[in-house]
């Protein structure tokens, strides 16, 4: 298998796991306005609230790195 398909599919998955995450992140309000709980005042990330955040822009540096790669790979 070509790296440049490797690099492909592996966009291709990463970018299916960043939208998994930042839907699960719920709009702004938190993991509980996913599931109908209120969110009427600002409130810090704790717990897995913080864990998705990190995650998810972990997820978008490594999409971000692996494009790059691509580009150049012939």
Known sequence: MNTKVIFL???I????AI???I??????AGLGSAWGG???HFQTRRGI???????SVALIAIFLLVSFI???LK
């Open 13 to 16: 998955i990463l970018s299916i």
């Open 70 to 72: 691509n580009l150049f």
């Open 38 to 40: 209120g969110g009427e």
């Open 9 to 11: 599919i592996l966009n």
């Open 23 to 28: 839907l699960i992140q719920g709009g702004g």
């Open 19 to 21: 939208v998994i995450f």
């Open 49 to 55: 609230e913080k864990l998705t955040l990190r995650i």
